[in-house]
Structure formats: C-alpha cells, structure tokens
C-alpha cells in the first residue's frame, strides 16, 4: 500500500484524484495550500507526495524545498496544469521524481506513482519536450560538458517520451531492457536538477522568463 | 476601559446613528462618567456619549449657569435622570483633541508678540490676509472622512448627504475669507483708483479660489477615478464577454455531449484555445514554427474530435518548407484520424540545427505499408510527394495491429 499526499488548490480535481486512487494506495492527507502541505506531509509522513505547481504562497516548489532534507525518503511528484516550461522545469530542479499532466489517465496516473514510489523518474512526452529544449544542442557553451550535456542515448530515450512511447514499447525498439530506459531517464533528471550551467539560465532568457 | 470603535459625530451624523447600536437608546442614554469626575460625571457622561471635550461641557454648563442659573439646573436634572454607571454596551465617543485651537492661540500670540515689537506690515494687510488664512484652513482641515468639500461634493453628485457640521464649517470658513477679502480691499482703498481696482479684483479672485479650490481639486481627483474605473469595467466586460463565448459555450456543449470523445475533444480544444488567449500569441510568433503547429493540431482536434498530444521542441521563422512540412503533417494527422480508429494521436516536433523532424504517431489498428490501394493517393502525394518535392523525407512506419509512425524530416541548411 503506498501511502500518497495530495497537494492541490483545486478541490473538485484533489477529490476526483482521490477516488482514482481507492485501489492500492492510501490518501492519508491533502491540502490546497502551501502552509497545510508542509504540515500535513509532516504529520502523515507519505510515500509519495502529489502535488500541484502552482498554489496559494509560494508553489509546490516551496513545499519540496521545505520537506525534501528533513525527509529524503519521500517522493514528489508534480501534476500541473500548466503548460509553462518555466515552472516545470523549476519543479523538477527543486527535487522533483517527476511531472505529468492533469490530463493524463487515471491508469497512467497511478503507474506513475508507482514507478515514483520505486525510486524511478517519470517524464511526460511534455516534459521530455521541455528538457529537450533546455539542453537543445545548438545552445551548447561548454562549462562542464561530462556533466552537464545529455548523451545520445538520454537524447534518444527522452526523444522517444515526447513522441509518446512507453518505456516499454522505447526498450524494445532501442533494443535495450526497461531498466536501462529508467536509468537513463534518472540520468536525465540528475543532470536537469544538478545543471546550474548557463544553458537553462540562456534558455531561460530568450524565452524572457527570467 | 471598554473601547467600542467610535465614530466621531461632530464630523458627519449620520454614520454615526447608522452604526450606533440601537440599545444605547434606552431611558436617557446618558450616564454618569466615572474618570472624567468633578462633581457628578455629569459633563464627563456627557462627553463620553457625544463625543466633545468635557472642557467645552463644563464651560457650557457654567455660561449657562450664569445666565439665571439654567446651567445648574439643568446639571441636577441630568443628575437625577443619568444610570449610576455606564451600560456595558454604551457607544463611548472619545472627544478629538483641539488641536486646532491650540495651534490658533499660539499663531494669534506669536501675531501680537510680533505686533508689539514692530516686525509688522501693518494692520491693513496682517489681519485680513489672517483672517483668509484662518477661514480657509477651515475650509480646507481634512478630517477621517475628508473634509466638507468634499461631503458637499459628493452631496452635489448625488450621494450621501452632507454633514450638518461640515456645511457649517464650510459657511464659516466662507464668511471668514470673504470678510478678510473685503477688510483688505476696504482698508486698502487708499490705492489709486485703477490699480486699486485691479488689486481688488485680483485678491477677491485669491479668496474664491481659495474657497473654491478643494472642491475642484476633489472634482478632478473623482473625474480620474471614474476614467480607472470605467477602464477597468471595460476590461471586465471584455474578459467576460470572451469567457461567454468560449468556456461557457463548450461547458454547456459538455452538459449536453453524451459521447466521451467528443468531450474529451470539446475541453481539449477549449483549452488550447484559452490559453493562446491568456498566454497570448502575438503578432510577430503569426510566422513562427510553433504556433503553426499548434494550429495544425487544434485544426485536427476541432475537424475530427481526436486529441493531438503535441509537444515542440525549439522553433524557427516559417518559410515555404515549414509550410510545406506542417501541411505533411496534416495529412499525417488526417490519416490517422480516418483511418486508425486510435484515441488519441501525438505529433513531436524537433527543430535542430540540421534539420526540422516531425513525428506523427497513433496507437490504431495499422496497415501494411506495402498493401494500399493504389487509389489512396494521401501517402505517396500528400506526404511522401510534398517532402521530396521540398528537399525532404517520409518514412512510415507501421504494421497491422501495433499503430502508426510517419516521420518527416526536412533539411534547414537554407535556413539558418
């Protein structure tokens, strides 16, 4: 049973969540605000937090950054509504195992969990998309290529993600297994919370978001 | 000491009875006041309950005193008539502090003091020009509630009434500015004529504007806010008058749509469409790679009920290739549509350096590339003829059972 915290500021979307997880998972808390969050996920101390981008007071960034060194075991993953690369990517860099989409199935939605909860990243083909572009390749101003640049092969998988494979159907055609798939794509979100380099501040700039 | 919030009533009366509880009506309503004590409390009661310096009180009841001992007997009445103690729900007035007075006396010292030691411009012009002073800082003192003017102004527009004290204040101030005007032009009718004449005129001006002059500067402030405020109403009604048009027709669509589809398709294309508007795409992205894309893929989900997942990477100025590109990759998107039978179809776009890539997949039922009817002219023409007649290449991937891949990709070495 995963135990699973939701954050969210739009009560008919939490509730309509919550009864998509009856099967195999407990809701043990949900919020719609920041302060309630960081409380509750205190309180209840979940698997896996749920938890919107943005809210009331600061954003599920805030909550991440509040909880995320007194309890390294919990996982976060976002669901956002929001199309702005911006916020998604900065999710993702405070901590983030994940992003999908609100508009994503409810069976998509608990695989996604899951595969959190097991200690995966989970990328959606969008914030593949949006990973893409901030390590696009003719933005490269080398600081510290061997850590920062994606490899071919990260580039391959998460190419495959945005075109909307699974991991599955993306291990077959690379021929290689699942597993390789899911390290990769841990790689790819190290590297996205770990680059301080200047190509997401540039890539960042030109989009005039910073 | 219990401290109700207290509205002032020698400033405007008729707030104060409307939140004055109704209970501090009974009997009198008067009690005797317990720190404000000389004889009885009667004039600290007093002052409590409406507000003026018991100074003022007591000197009253001793004017009053004087005249044939009214003072006195109307201070026993009052003894007799007032509670022991003050109701715990009494509205208590706390007496504004006169400052203004104080500040008076002491200006009116300094004058005299200044008068005798002959640093003096002389009777004719310190008086009257004092007394204008005083009358239009009568005038102008702006008190919570701001000033008679503007209680007058707002009367004269038609909204609250003025305050009784604020009218006196402003027909006192009036007086005094008119008669320091007038004390001035009369003593100074030793001018000669014409320029007399002009200086009168000139100074009787001064004294108008001075009265008039918070009225109007009020009048300008109000005609400011009524532009903000009619801008923003305009503002609101066009954000509604969009809302209308599009959430609340497609919400209303959904209530009726019993197919999930199509309502899945409905929000879809809502949504994109509220953000390009919230998000705003402007004029100059009209030519760019992106919302052209998105534009092929809301065509798709509008046309044919079938939501596109899109995602783009990077972007570039469209040019006769791009067209040429996303006009592939609508009969891609068509084509899955007609003929896949999938939920959903999605279109990955990579602009790079070398090369513009699109991706169209489906997770439909397939078909072997090999084995179409030589009348379907979509692939060979529409995709696989437009690519290479633009210098670029389709592949389709597919087979029977396990969904749809077509990939376009066109060179960019032009255009860069």
């Not at chain 2, 309503?29 to 009661?45: E, F, K, M, P, T």
């Not at chain 2, 715990?88 to 005798?116: E, N």
């Not at chain 2, 052209?292 to 783009?312: G, H, N, S, T, W």
């Amino acid at each position: 049973m995963i135990r699973v915290f939701l954050v969210d500021d739009h009560r008919l979307f939490l509730s309509g969540v919550k009864s998509e997880l009856r099967v195999g998972f407990e809701v043990v808390g949900t919020a719609s605000d920041v302060d309630t969050a960081i409380s509750g996920i205190r309180r209840t101390r979940p698997d896996v937090v749920l938890l919107d981008v943005h809210m009331p007071g600061g954003g599920g960034r805030t909550v991440i950054e509040a909880i995320s060194e007194e309890r390294p075991e919990t996982q976060f993953l976002a669901l956002s509504v929001s199309d702005a690369a911006e916020d998604v990517i900065a999710i993702v860099r405070a901590g983030a195992r994940g992003y999908v989409t609100k508009s994503i199935s409810p069976a998509e939605l608990t695989d996604a969990i899951r595969r959190v909860h097991d200690g995966d990243a989970v990328f959606s083909p969008r914030l593949a998309g949006f990973v893409l572009d901030a390590f696009a390749s003719d933005a490269i101003q080398p600081v510290d290529p061997e850590l920062d640049q994606l490899t071919n092969r990260e580039r391959e998988v998460l190419r495959h993600i945005a075109r909307g494979f699974t991991y599955k159907v993306i291990a077959q055609r690379l021929h290689i297994s699942v597993k390789t798939v899911e390290t990769h794509v841990s790689a790819v979100l190290r590297k996205l919370q770990l680059s301080n380099r200047h190509e997401l501040t540039r890539w960042a700039t030109d989009r005039r978001l910073v | 000491m219990e401290r109700t919030p207290c509205i002032d009533p020698t400033t405007d009366p008729a707030i104060a009875t409307q939140t004055e509880p109704t209970s501090t009506r009974r009997g009198v309503g008067l009690w005797r006041s317990h720190d404000r004590r000389v004889i009885a409390g009667i004039a600290g009661g007093l002052s409590e309950r409406f507000g003026i310096d018991p100074v003022y009180v007591r000197a009253s009841f001793v004017a009053l005193g004087m005249a044939g001992g009214f003072g006195v007997f109307a201070y026993l009445l009052l003894w007799t008539a007032a509670d022991q103690e003050r109701p715990p729900d009494a509205v208590v007035r706390r007496a504004r502090p006169r400052h203004d007075l104080g500040t008076l006396s002491i200006v009116l010292g300094i004058m005299l003091m200044l008068r005798s030691t002959g640093i003096w411009l002389g009777d004719g012009v310190v008086w009257p020009v004092a007394l204008v002073a005083l009358g239009s800082s009568v005038i102008w003192s702006r008190n919570d509630d701001g000033g008679a003017w503007n209680r007058f102004a707002s009367a004269a527009t038609n909204a609250e009434s003025p305050g009784r004290t604020g009218l006196v204040r402003l027909a006192l101030g009036g007086v005094l500015v008119v008669a320091g005007v007038g004390i001035f032009i009369a003593g100074s009718s030793a001018l000669p004529q014409t320029g007399g004449a002009v200086v009168a005129v000139v100074i009787t001006g001064l004294g108008v504007g001075l009265i008039l002059g918070p009225w109007m500067v009020r009048q300008a402030q109000q005609l400011t806010q009524e532009r903000h405020e009619r801008i923003r109403s305009q503002e609101r009604a066009e954000v509604a008058a969009h809302l209308h048009d599009s959430v609340l027709q497609t919400l209303a669509m959904i209530q009726r749509s019993d197919s999930s589809r199509r309502m899945i398709s409905l929000a879809r294309s809502q949504e994109r469409e509220l953000r390009a508007w919230l998000y705003g795409a402007d004029d100059q992205q009209a030519d760019r790679l992106q919302p052209m894309f998105e534009d092929v893929a809301a065509r798709i989900e509008q046309r044919y009920d079938l939501p596109v997942e899109l995602v783009v990477v990077g972007d570039m100025l469209v040019d006769d290739q791009v067209r040429a590109l996303s006009a592939a990759a609508y009969e891609a998107l068509q084509n899955a549509a007609r003929h896949s039978q999938a939920d959903t179809v999605s279109m990955y776009v990579e602009v790079e350096p070398a090369h513009v890539t699109v991706f169209v997949r489906d997770e439909g039922k397939g078909f072997d590339p090999r084995a179409i009817p030589d009348d379907r002219r979509g692939i060979d023409e529409s995709i696989r003829g437009r690519m290479s007649r633009h210098g670029g290449v389709a592949t389709v991937r597919s087979e029977p059972g396990s969904g749809t891949e077509i990939e376009l990709q066109l060179p960019r070495e032009h255009t860069r």
